[in-house]
Structures are given as structure tokens and as C-alpha cells.
T-cell receptor
Framework: RKEVEQDPGPFNVPEGATVAFNCTYS??????FFWYRQDCRKEPKLLMS???SGNEDGRFTAQLNRASQYISLLIRDSKLSDSATYLC?????????????FGTGTKLQVIP | SAVISQKPSRDICQRGTSLTIQCQVD?????MFWYRQQPGQSLTLIAT?????????ESGFVIDKFPISRPNLTFSTLTVSNMSPEDSSIYLC????????????FGQGTRLTVV
């Protein structure tokens, strides 16, 4: 089983639609969770952190479910500019050791 | 936060040669990471470079092929040795912070094409 798993998509959605991505992780001791966005031929950039209490930033909502070991990203009112690959990132640390694990990414294409 | 400068941004290399990629951070960081992203794929960790100790390589990656230097807390290099077309990829450096897991910051990436 992969450490972090995502549906690769692509998700093709019309403008204005709501779309949700899930990501599951295998290491129950993981402590930090993020969603990153990667545009074509660019480096990944932080979209938002993910907390158990939920995290909302405008049209984006991220949620962590520790019991089921998954995180989610909800995008409301999709824009053309939301088209990108969304990477789930899970971080485990212990003492001075830190490991960052990426999901394979979910590709989103918002169509006019 | 951290600002990371990575160079070269791209290169086209002959098979059998080696390329060294540099990563400079604007602040001192304990851990630096090197990733590879093959076309259409996500990021795969190559190794973790810690200052003052040897790099730790992930399964499938070896020091002879990807030697890493970490001379100080703001700089690291990754060398792709004896390149073949299969090494064509984007290589990214990243930094993390000790003490608590923080978000990951990335360099702009090096797009390598081996011909």
C-alpha cells in the first residue's frame, strides 16, 4: 500500500461546480497535512494546511479525519484558474527526523 | 518561510555525463530534501541531506548515482551521474524545519533532458 494515495483523475468539471478530492495516508503517526497546487511545469506551492477542525480559505475547504486517515479538499464555485494538479502532502517527524510524502496528485480541469 | 534558489533551471546533457544541481536557501535549515518528478508523475524523494552527516537515500536511489553535498546549513548540491535518457526529469530541492513539521518550500526545479 502506498504511504499516501490519491485518485489521479482527471476531474473535468464545469465552471462554477463544486469538486472534492480525497487523500488517504497509511502512517497513523503522521502529524502535519497539506494540500499543494502544482501548475504545469512549475514547482508545487502551498495551497493550505489541513487541520482536524477544518480549514477554510475562500472557496477552498480542507478537512482532516484522523480516525479514517484521510484528508479532503473541497473547491466551491470552480474557476478556470483552478485547473492544476493538487498534491496531498503528509509529514511525519520524530526528533530531528522529518519525512515529507507526496501523493501522486489529482488533476483538475475546469472547463468553460 | 524560506526562499530557495535552485540552478540551473534547465539543462540538456549528453548521456554518460554528470550534472550538478545547486540549491541555496536564504536561511539556515537543518534538513534539505531532493526530489525527482518524472513526466506526469508526482514527486519522489531521492534523499535527505543533513548538514554534518551523510545523506539518507530512499529505496531505489544510491549515492554513486546521486551524490549529495551539504557543506553548510544554507546550501546543498545534487549530482546526477553517468546520465541516461531515463534520468530526464525535473529535480527539486526542498527544505523542512526541525522541531516541528512545517510546510515544505521548494526550489523552482531543474528540468533535465538527457539526449
Amino acid at each position: 500500500r502506498k504511504e499516501v494515495e490519491q485518485d489521479p483523475g482527471p476531474f473535468n468539471v464545469p465552471e462554477g461546480a463544486t469538486v472534492a478530492f480525497n487523500c488517504t495516508y497509511s502512517n497513523s503517526a503522521s502529524q502535519s497535512f497539506f494540500w499543494y497546487r502544482q501548475d504545469c511545469r512549475k514547482e508545487p506551492k502551498l495551497l493550505m494546511s489541513v487541520y482536524s477542525s477544518g480549514n477554510e480559505d475562500g472557496r477552498f475547504t480542507a478537512q482532516l479525519n484522523r480516525a479514517s486517515q484521510y484528508i479532503s479538499l473541497l473547491i466551491r464555485d470552480s474557476k478556470l484558474s483552478d485547473s492544476a494538479t493538487y498534491l496531498c502532502v503528509v509529514i511525519f517527524f520524530s526528533g530531528g527526523y522529518q519525512k515529507v510524502t507526496f501523493g501522486t496528485g489529482t488533476k483538475l480541469q475546469v472547463i468553460p | 518561510s524560506a526562499v530557495i534558489s535552485q540552478k540551473p533551471s534547465r539543462d540538456i546533457c549528453q548521456r554518460g555525463t554528470s550534472l550538478t544541481i545547486q540549491c541555496q536557501v536564504d536561511s539556515q535549515v537543518t534538513m534539505m530534501f531532493w526530489y525527482r518528478q518524472q513526466p506526469g508523475q508526482s514527486l519522489t524523494l531521492i534523499a535527505t541531506a543533513n548538514q554534518g552527516s551523510e545523506a539518507t537515500y530512499e529505496s531505489g536511489f544510491v549515492i554513486d548515482k546521486f551524490p549529495i553535498s551539504r557543506p553548510n546549513l544554507t546550501f546543498s548540491t545534487l549530482t546526477v551521474s553517468n546520465m541516461s535518457p531515463e534520468d530526464s526529469s525535473i529535480y527539486l530541492c526542498s527544505v523542512g524545519f526541525s522541531g516541528q513539521a512545517k510546510e515544505a518550500f521548494f526550489g523552482q526545479g531543474t528540468r533535465l533532458t538527457v539526449v
